[in-house]
């Protein structure tokens, strides 16, 4: 808890304001286990916003947006073309031209290390169901440490790790693409738990003021129908396994601390009709859920108002600072972007004003960008990207303007 709380509508000195991305969903030029999946409107990483080849116009749009923060991830798979092997010299320089480019603006690099995309070599070996997967990454994480030491001091080693467990393995919608094998669900996530361990000590032991956490996500889960005790029991389990029971272990493993913070990804509330959850994104069609009295953006239900209890629970749980890693919309009307920035960003106010200590705001996603299965549909971006044409050109969106202001004066709007 922050022992001073920051009055008014003004957010604490130091306060991060960032956007947030992945290297999959932005850079294209693929070499990961991504590379030939096609999403459901049949393009694939390749057809997104070609960051790695815009990098630097991209970098330019955060300083046109008053940033003073942002959430990247490296690509494992350009790094390390075999395990444990020296960096790729070309893809290593890139992404120290990157952080190097950020310091020079005084925007604070937050890097993450997995983000659902595999090399090649660890995918064909069972990615994280294989026990040597621990190792490999432990290796990699050490050597991104020293690579970057000096220049990097927030890591986020996973990205949503029981989500990518349940995407890969349960659902089968994410490559290896495997449908109900929650065998090997299980191996996966206790597999991130250990390589997160391990990475901690890692990244530790070459910068040892390292803030490291993972980036998780929560959400509100609500029984559709308050009364039916199928839904209320769906809600409840939902919560238990996916706020907690798959948190503890990043933050505490085998009785020692392993996490300086915790990065809290939040889009909003699903409501659980028995054990399944009622959103477009797991094949709702909106104007029926509206029929229901769940109104929703293309993917999910908003629910700023949950945010400042969702920040007070997780800190208090873990005793750990928390930032937003993630909070956005996937919508095409800029009015509702706004609102939902605003909302979410008075929302961080009040966690504050609870004394909850919380950090920094990350919004996803700096880019339109490819949202895993969904293709290119969902627009996420504070930046869009026109995908038809071969330049993709960027065209800054009102919610950003919004947000630049937001950062600049480091206050909430009235
Ligand atoms: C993920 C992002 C994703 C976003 C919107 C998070 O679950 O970390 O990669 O694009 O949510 O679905």
Redesign the pocket.
């Known amino acids: 808890m922050i022992e001073k709380k920051a009055p008014g509508r003004e957010f604490p000195p130091g306060f991060l304001w960032g956007t947030a991305t992945?290297p999959t969903?932005i850079e294209g030029e693929t070499v990961n286990d991504w590379r030939a999946f096609a999403a459901n409107d049949r393009m694939t990483a390749d057809d997104g916003p070609r960051h790695w080849q815009y990098y630097r116009e991209d970098l330019g749009l955060l300083r046109r947006l008053n940033q003073n923060a942002y959430r990247l991830g490296f690509d494992w798979a350009r790094l390390q073309a075999e395990p444990c092997a020296e960096f790729d010299r070309a893809a290593a320089d890139r992404y120290i031209e990157i952080i190097d480019r950020l310091r020079a603006e005084k925007i604070e690099p937050f890097l993450t290390l997995f983000?659902?995309g595999l090399p090649p070599w660890f995918a064909v070996r069972g990615g994280w169901t294989n026990g040597d997967a621990i190792t490999c990454f432990a290796d990699y994480a050490g050597r991104v440490a020293r690579m970057v030491r000096g220049r990097v001091r927030y890591f986020v080693t996973h990205?949503?790790p029981a989500?990518y467990a349940i995407m890969c393995y349960v659902f089968g919608n994410w490559p290896p693409c495997r449908k109900m094998r929650i065998d090997l669900a299980y191996r996966t996530l206790g597999n991130l738990e250990r390589a997160h361990a391990r990475a901690y000590d890692e990244i530790k032991r070459a910068i040892p003021d390292a803030q490291i956490g993972i980036?998780k996500?929560f959400k509100n889960y609500v029984p559709y129908r308050g009364w039916h005790p199928l839904d209320v029991a769906g809600a409840k389990a939902a919560r238990l396994f996916f706020d907690w029971m798959s948190l503890k272990k990043f933050v505490n493993f085998r009785g020692r601390r392993v996490a300086d913070f915790v990065g809290v990804?939040f889009?909003g509330r699903l409501r659980m009709k028995g054990c399944g959850g009622l959103s477009p994104l797991l094949g709702y069609e909106r104007e029926r859920l509206a029929e229901m009295g769940i109104v929703c953006d293309d993917?999910w239900e908003e629910d700023a108002a949950y945010l400042p209890s969702c920040l007070a629970q997780v800190a208090r749980r873990t005793g750990l600072p928390v930032f937003i890693t993630?909070n956005?919309t996937?919508t095409d009307d800029e009015d509702r972007r706004t609102e939902y920035l605003l909302r979410h960003v008075r929302a961080t106010r009040d966690a504050l004003t609870r004394g909850v200590d919380v950090r920094g705001y990350f919004y996803?996603?700096l880019l339109d960008?490819l949202?895993?299965t969904e293709g290119f549909s969902k627009k996420?971006g504070l930046v869009g990207v026109d995908f038809a044409h071969p330049d993709r050109p960027r065209q800054v969106r009102p919610a950003a303007q919004v947000y630049a202001e937001i950062a600049r004066t480091n206050t909430l709007p009235e």
């Open positions: 992945s969903q983000h659902f990205n949503e989500v980036a996500h990804n889009y993917m993630e956005g996937a996803w996603s960008n949202e895993w996420f």
